[in-house]
């Protein structure tokens, strides 16, 4: 087997991405351009890739973002490797390439011409150092305290907790309201018994965790799966932390 050590998109593949239709700010990485200038004063230029969105560069996305801009319902890939080629498959479908960039961009594409993919808005949650939930753009800085922060609408950056960061699943519960990894919903069974789950993000997908099963049960959740069970949020782990432990 033959390992590929590109980590994120190229740039005439970011373009391709771009003419689709992607937004730039869904991009977790980015090409930028740098000079190098030698002792003896000559220059060299060359192009480095970088984590995280720069609205000043060519953004780019790895794969776990590209599958991610899923939103679980109608963009359901999976991927089969064998002699050294990546199989992509959606139902019934299976087309083999022998770079798995292009594999998943192709499918993209294809699916985007033909059935039209909905591509959620990539965004964040965090609980910031005074203990205030912050939302927006996440951004993987070391800084005094900690090693991440959010970068509101406003521009204004905040040092965050990471281990509350999460992402916006696209989805919404019953009343509308975003739904987020780490939030707590609730539903009620036909004898009004309370049925809880809360979010994760596992495998490119985002799963709803049933409380109290073992082993752990969850379903990946899809907006028609909210809406026929009527989902409310109700709270979330990071700050109900006792749901985890009872």
Known sequence: MKFNSQICTTRKQSERLLAL???KETADMHHSYYTRVSFDGSKSHFWKEETGYNEKAIPAWSLGRLFAL???EDWRAEITVKDERYGIHCGYEL???DD???AVIAWIEEDIKEEGVFMREIKFRAIDMGGRWVY?????KRTSVGDAMIRCNNGIESDVDAASIGQ???????????????DIIRSFDSEGNSILHHIEYRG????????DSFPLYGNIITQDWLKEFKKTIIGN??????YLEE
């Open 21 to 23: 239709g992607l937004k």
């Open 70 to 72: 899923g939103n679980g």
């Open 95 to 97: 087309n083999w390439y």
């Open 100 to 102: 798995i960039f292009e």
């Open 136 to 140: 927006g753009d996440l951004i993987h």
């Open 168 to 182: 916006f699943t696209g989805l919404y519960d019953k009343d509308g309201e975003e739904l987020y990894e780490g």
């Open 204 to 211: 490119a997908s985002f799963v709803a965790i049933l409380k």
């Open 237 to 242: 782990i990071h700050n109900d932390k006792e």
